[in-house]
């Protein structure tokens, strides 16, 4: 009796263990509206939405040391993107995303500790009894071990000089999540690529002005482009020494529209990048819950000239290319983008979507975010999803 209730007492704890790995495997999903460096400003923003009716909760990001403000915690991803694309929609957090990870300072990094190298005790010194002679016993000094330095390695910094680049917006809500371009000049082919509102290094530029020129990337917001000194940055430097540069961005007025960050497409191509089904599929959750919505997808890309490029055709796969399948040629402006859009309606309808409920229209290159021939014009190729009834 007392053995069967030992190995019931041991499968539930088995059971107890095995239910603890799998929560600690499943990743957490947050519909974050805000990201601030100030806690008071996460706060504000928390109230705010409180009072809006959202049950709004804030909580840092232990590795970057931000307050994310969010809206909806869950380990479900499609419900997640789904919260987000309604946000977009329906309110005025039209920036709103999906972070994936751990939130909180409980959930702090784990950092692995250097394995100590045994430290040798002291050796004691044995003390032997003197034998009594006619002479005096002269006694012998102790042993003295020197401690053990253990030396620090030396961290090297990164070529260049430190620099931090503060995007912020204009209505208050900082930091904007985005990425700095730098480039030699207005007209170069090439830039550099950096994360915002982080430390990074950036070597002398090798243009005889001794300038660069920034230009901005963050999703619902217009980009700028500003003149940098390299030799004098920024009277305002950080606690490493990096040069602050802050850029106050503006919001991209397009009317009452869905913005998508991720919907992009293969290189002169109708077809999707895998990337873009978790909006999508936000788009089709937001329509199964509101059966009023009806929308118009907007297809566009990087310039009028025409494209060597591909179609769907009769393939069934959005998310990659099927040469077998796929339709190859040269397609014009218009025809490239009216198929992309004809792309994004072909899966929402896949998804269960009515196809009374979507329109698609072809806008070519007529309505570019950036210069067709900058380092930027990549950003032209998109769609837009027009909410056209609710």
């Given at each position: 009796?007392?053995?069967?209730?030992?190995?019931?007492?041991?499968?539930?704890?088995?059971?107890?263990?095995?239910?603890?790995?799998?929560a600690?495997?499943?990743?957490?999903?947050?519909?974050?509206?805000?990201?601030?460096a100030?806690?008071?400003?996460?706060?504000?923003?928390?109230?705010?939405?409180?009072?809006?009716?959202?049950?709004?909760?804030?909580?840092?990001?232990?590795?970057?040391?931000?307050?994310?403000?969010?809206?909806?915690?869950?380990?479900?991803?499609?419900?997640?993107?789904?919260?987000?694309?309604?946000?977009?929609?329906?309110?005025?957090?039209?920036?709103?995303?999906?972070?994936?990870?751990?939130?909180?300072?409980?959930?702090?990094?784990?950092?692995?500790?250097?394995?100590?190298?045994?430290?040798?005790?002291?050796?004691?010194?044995?003390?032997?009894?003197?034998?009594?002679?006619?002479?005096?016993?002269?006694?012998?000094?102790?042993?003295?071990?020197?401690?053990?330095?253990?030396?620090?390695?030396?961290?090297?910094?990164?070529?260049?000089?430190?620099?931090?680049?503060?995007?912020?917006?204009?209505?208050?809500?900082?930091?904007?999540?985005?990425?700095?371009?730098?480039?030699?000049?207005?007209?170069?082919?090439?830039?550099?690529?950096?994360?915002?509102?982080?430390?990074?290094?950036?070597?002398?530029?090798?243009n005889s002005?001794?300038?660069?020129?920034?230009?901005?990337?963050?999703?619902?917001?217009?980009?700028?482009?500003?003149?940098?000194?390299?030799?004098?940055?920024?009277?305002?430097?950080?606690?490493?020494?990096?040069?602050?540069?802050?850029?106050?961005?503006?919001?991209?007025?397009?009317?009452?529209?869905?913005?998508?960050?991720?919907?992009?497409?293969?290189?002169?191509?109708?077809?999707?990048?895998?990337?873009?089904?978790?909006?999508?599929?936000?788009?089709?959750?937001?329509?199964?819950?509101?059966?009023?919505?009806?929308?118009?997808?907007?297809?566009?890309?990087?310039?009028?000239?025409?494209?060597?490029?591909?179609?769907?055709?009769?393939?069934?796969?959005?998310?990659?290319?099927?040469?077998?399948?796929?339709?190859?040629?040269?397609?014009?402006?218009k025809?490239?983008?009216?198929?992309?859009?004809?792309?994004?309606?072909?899966?929402?309808?896949?998804?269960?979507?009515?196809?009374s409920?979507?329109?698609?229209k072809?806008?070519?290159?007529?309505?570019?975010?950036?210069p067709?021939?900058?380092?930027?014009?990549?950003?032209?190729?998109?769609?837009?999803?027009?909410?056209?009834?609710?």
């Amino acid at each position: 009796m007392r053995k069967s209730i030992y190995t019931l007492l041991l499968l539930a704890f088995c059971v107890s263990l095995q239910f603890t790995a799998q929560a600690q495997s499943e990743p957490n999903y947050y519909v974050v509206i805000g990201v601030f460096a100030k806690l008071d400003n996460a706060v504000r923003l928390t109230n705010r939405a409180n009072q809006q009716g959202f049950n709004a909760q804030y909580a840092i990001n232990a590795r970057q040391k931000w307050n994310y403000v969010y809206l909806l915690q869950t380990t479900e991803k499609r419900k997640a993107w789904a919260f987000a694309i309604r946000l977009r929609a329906e309110s005025e957090y039209k920036d709103a995303w999906v972070f994936t990870g751990q939130l909180g300072e409980g959930q702090s990094v784990v950092e692995e500790k250097p394995v100590e190298e045994p430290v040798e005790k002291p050796v004691e010194p044995v003390l032997i009894e003197p034998v009594e002679k006619d002479t005096i016993a002269v006694e012998e000094p102790p042993v003295v071990v020197p401690p053990v330095v253990e030396e620090k390695p030396v961290v090297k910094k990164p070529a260049g000089k430190p620099f931090l680049f503060k995007l912020e917006s204009k209505d208050g809500s900082s930091p904007v999540v985005g990425e700095i371009h730098v480039q030699e000049s207005t007209n170069a082919t090439r830039y550099q690529a950096f994360k915002a509102n982080e430390i990074v290094y950036i070597e002398a530029p090798q243009n005889s002005r001794g300038n660069y020129v920034i230009v901005t990337q963050a999703a619902g917001f217009q980009p700028v482009s500003l003149i940098l000194s390299y030799a004098e940055p920024s009277p305002e430097t950080g606690p490493e020494g990096e040069a602050i540069i802050p850029i106050e961005l503006g919001r991209v007025k397009r009317g009452d529209y869905i913005d998508f960050t991720n919907v992009r497409f293969f290189r002169n191509s109708s077809i999707l990048d895998p990337a873009a089904q978790n909006e999508l599929d936000g788009l089709v959750d937001l329509m199964k819950e509101s059966p009023g919505y009806k929308i118009r997808v907007h297809g566009h890309c990087n310039g009028t000239n025409d494209k060597e490029g591909s179609i769907l055709g009769t393939s069934t796969n959005f998310f990659a290319l099927d040469p077998s399948k796929n339709k190859i040629g040269k397609f014009s402006a218009k025809e490239l983008t009216t198929e992309r859009a004809a792309t994004v309606k072909a899966y929402l309808i896949s998804q269960g979507i009515e196809a009374s409920r979507i329109d698609i229209k072809g806008e070519g290159g007529k309505i570019p975010l950036y210069p067709s021939g900058g380092t930027l014009a990549q950003y032209n190729d998109r769609v837009e999803i027009e909410i056209t009834k609710r």
